[in-house]
């Protein structure tokens, strides 16, 4: 059997790189302002799995649950956020503009 403390370690190592694997996608996002190759519904479904997890968390009082959850909600709103935001921007613009008879 795996000792209490390297459990609570586990978890916490597990919580941060999953919540860390989300920056680089909001960065480079934010950054390029391109989100053409970003599924809006897998966010929008993650997001909502997030939430439900976030509530989880919550009821049971596990703070790590809480907190990983929480900061993995706010990344993941706002890479949905910018794809709704930059798909009708600066992104949208060469495809327009391809498609203007010469």
């Known amino acids: 059997m795996i000792p209490a403390g ?6 916490t190592l ?4 999953t919540t ?7 960065w480079r996002t934010w950054r390029t302002r391109d989100a053409a190759g970003i ?13 439900l997890w976030l509530v989880y968390g919550i009821l ?3 703070w790590p649950i809480i ?3 929480a900061i993995t909600l706010t990344l ?10 930059y798909r009708r921007g600066p992104a949208a613009a060469p ?3 391809a498609e203007r008879p010469r």
């Open 6 to 11: 390297w459990t609570e370690a586990i978890g």
């Open 14 to 17: 597990a919580a941060i790189l």
């Open 20 to 26: 860390a694997s989300f920056v680089p996608q909001a």
């Open 39 to 51: 599924s809006i519904g897998m966010y929008a479904i993650f997001a909502f799995g997030v939430a």
């Open 60 to 62: 049971l009082g596990a």
């Open 67 to 69: 907190v990983a959850n």
């Open 76 to 85: 993941a709103l706002m890479i949905l956020a910018m794809c709704l935001c």
């Open 95 to 97: 495809a327009a503009e």
